[in-house]
């Protein structure tokens, strides 16, 4: 009966045109292809040349190839006619159609208070217009993400009408939606299935009650395909809740996302086994307002994190239980609820899932719920008494082992004492060596302290008085004494004679690389003779080459985020998060080299062993220096000679 009537209204349209509109108007095809048929013909607008041109073949094998230009261009009287026509009036033919589009968003076209949203041609074509059903149409449902990301893909149109986010149609490409299409699935939904109202073209505000995906009716657009899941959400408590209003809900967008809707065997969908529990159930379970708000248990992601199965799903297992292997996924209920696999009394039969033979008592266990107040006031007993056992315990068990250490590194500061011995380094040395420690650590402590605030250490430190007025101050001084020793220590290299002598000895050589590949060998067992070394070997020059190269980039990107605004408006503002990155790797560099590469060599290496006390005294014992470096032995006996000579000379 539509059609009929949608057809008798076309045909008195054209009727009236032939009648009145005479012999002189271009009526017919060929007359108009007698200049649109030039692909040259173009017209200038505000965006640019227009072209003009129009591929009779493609007008011909179009829905529309059956009638004559001037059944829709109907403002032509005259040839030639005005440069601009009006626009064609599709509601001259599809008038309800015409009419449900006006009503929508899209409406605002014609109704003139938007000037850029889409029009008919825009998401149909213009002389190219091919049946819904033809694969070629621009509205076929596989090619309706295409047509609709002209505009929605667009930043700039996006931000312009105030759109909530940028590109939905190239995240639905990437949905299980989209990917049906390209399997061969012709009735998938496609925009136009889920955004249309009832079948029309009447597209309406997410915030219209009568919106499809106005989050009231969501469950029910993905109803229309989902229906026996959508029957059991609607029955459980997320679908009680959203039937009474309640804005926090969930619907079905919420847990499956909105275009990028994924399998949940994909391993990045939020609903694949390993990170349900985490990406859909936490965000809304572990939100203080919400909770607090509708009265649910605080603790429910936090203690399911601390459990066995929490901990087991966080590192891959796919048989641990995450949240709706107890809970379920679309059919969950309030625990008192008699439908609930957590009601007690389906406890056994969804424990014995997992726990074959599951008893009542076994599910009587507490996993991640409230306990009684005797099992709370238990557990902090419990957690006390611990807490002191373990403070109390360790606490003496490193007092003991740090008076053992103590006592052998008196020992050993004492065979240096009476000892010959081989000055290394001299005062200065000692003393910049002593402020590199000093500042060094204070920065590594306060700089964590601010990138990683949950480890422990650095909650007692805030809990102490390092807050982050205090934190910032002392890194602050830290780096600017680290500086300071740089500079002093360029100066020192420089400018005094001890300072270049030391400098030379620090200088990497082609026998560095063969003592690296001897010490190797060494401890390998392939070689029997021990490597001898130079005052300085392979492991103290890149030491030192790595100390300058990290106290470089640190004072560089230090300053730049000391001074953020003049370092933007100087370099441009991706300095600024680019310094950002490279000040904390560089840290972490800096921090494992010293734990792992020169704790080893000072403290742990056995020959060291309690520690190095170069770094205290300067000195190193002469049989120290004549077992592992005799070609600094050599060296410093050929420099007596020689001054042996020139004093007796």
Not at 112 to 119: L, Q, Y
Not at 144 to 154: L, M, R, V
Request: with cysteine; net charge neutral; glycine share 6%.
């Amino acid at each position: 009966m539509k059609r009929r009537r949608t057809g008798v209204v076309r045909f008195f349209a054209v009727l009236v045109l032939a009648v009145f509109g005479g012999t002189a108007f271009a009526q017919q095809t060929d007359e108009c292809m007698e200049c649109h048929s030039d692909p040259t013909l173009v017209r200038e607008t505000p965006s640019g040349p227009e072209t003009l041109y129009v591929d009779l073949q493609v007008f011909q094998n179009s829905i529309h190839g059956g009638l004559e230009c001037t059944d829709c261009h109907q403002g032509i009287e005259e040839l030639p006619h005005a440069e601009r026509l009006e626009a064609v009036n599709c509601g001259t033919c599809h008038e309800e159609i015409y009419r449900d589009c006006s009503e929508g968003v899209h409406g605002r076209e014609y109704s003139g208070e938007e000037s850029d949203v889409a029009c008919c041609s825009d998401c149909h074509g213009t002389h190219n217009i091919l049946p819904v059903q033809d694969p070629g149409s621009l509205v076929y449902p596989a090619n309706q993400a295409e047509t609709c990301a002209k505009c929605h893909s667009d930043p700039d149109f996006v931000r312009r009408h105030g759109l909530p986010k940028i590109s939905p149609p190239d995240a639905y490409k990437s949905s299980v939606h989209y990917q049906a299409f390209l399997r061969g699935i012709s009735n998938a939904p496609s925009c136009f299935d889920c955004h249309g109202l009832q079948g029309s073209h009447k597209i309406l505000p997410l915030n219209d009650p009568a919106s499809p995906v106005h989050r009231e009716n969501i469950p029910g657009t993905c109803g229309r395909c989902h229906q026996k899941i959508t029957v059991q959400y609607m029955e459980s408590i997320h679908g009680q809740r959203l039937q009474k209003g309640i804005s926090m809900a969930p619907t079905c967008v919420t847990c499956h996302g909105e275009h990028v809707i994924q399998s949940p065997l994909n391993p990045e969908s939020p609903t694949y086994y390993l990170n349900v529990s985490k990406k859909v159930c936490s965000p809304c379970h572990q939100n203080e307002v919400l909770n607090e708000r509708y009265g649910l248990p605080k603790d429910r992601v936090v203690t399911y994190a601390n459990s066995y199965h929490g901990l087991a799903v966080e590192r891959g297992s796919k048989t641990a239980a995450n949240c709706i292997s107890c809970h379920g996924i679309h059919d969950i209920f309030d625990s008192a609820d008699p439908r609930s696999r957590v009601n007690v009394a389906n406890l056994e039969k969804t424990c014995g899932q997992c726990h074959p033979g599951a008893s009542t008592q076994f599910t009587q266990v507490k996993v991640h719920t409230y306990r009684t107040p005797v099992e709370l006031k238990a557990a902090d007993i419990i957690r006390s008494i611990y807490t002191l056992l373990i403070v109390v315990t360790i606490g003496g068990m490193i007092l003991h082992n740090l008076i053992v250490f103590l006592f052998y590194i008196r020992r050993k500061y004492r065979q240096i004492q009476v000892e010959p011995t081989v000055t290394r380094f001299n005062r200065s040395m000692v003393l910049q060596h002593a402020v590199l420690v000093l500042s060094f650590t204070t920065l590594v402590i306060t700089g964590f302290a601010l990138k990683f605030p949950d480890w422990m250490i650095f909650k007692l430190l805030l809990r102490v008085g390092l807050d982050e007025a205090a934190r910032s101050l002392i890194h602050r001084i830290a780096g600017t004494v680290l500086v300071i020793a740089s500079f002093y220590h360029l100066f020192w290299i420089f400018f005094n004679r001890h300072g270049r002598k030391e400098f030379r000895s620090m200088l990497p050589s082609l026998q560095d690389l063969y003592d690296l590949r001897e010490t190797v060998q060494y401890y390998l067992g392939k070689r029997r003779e021990r490597p001898q070394y130079d005052q300085y070997n392979y492991i103290e020059k890149a030491e030192y080459w790595a100390l300058i190269w990290g106290t470089v980039v640190m004072a560089v990107t230090g300053l730049i985020l000391w001074f953020p605004v003049w370092s933007a408006r100087l370099f441009g503002a991706w300095v600024v998060p680019i310094a950002e990155l490279i000040h904390l790797y560089e840290a972490i560099l800096a921090t494992l080299a010293i734990l792992v590469w020169h704790m080893f060599w000072v403290i742990f290496y056995p020959e060291e062993y309690p520690m190095s006390l170069v770094w205290l005294t300067g000195k190193m014992p002469r049989e120290e220096v004549e077992h592992s470096r005799r070609r600094w032995l050599e060296k410093m006996t050929e420099e007596e000679e020689r001054e042996s000579v020139r004093i007796f000379e």
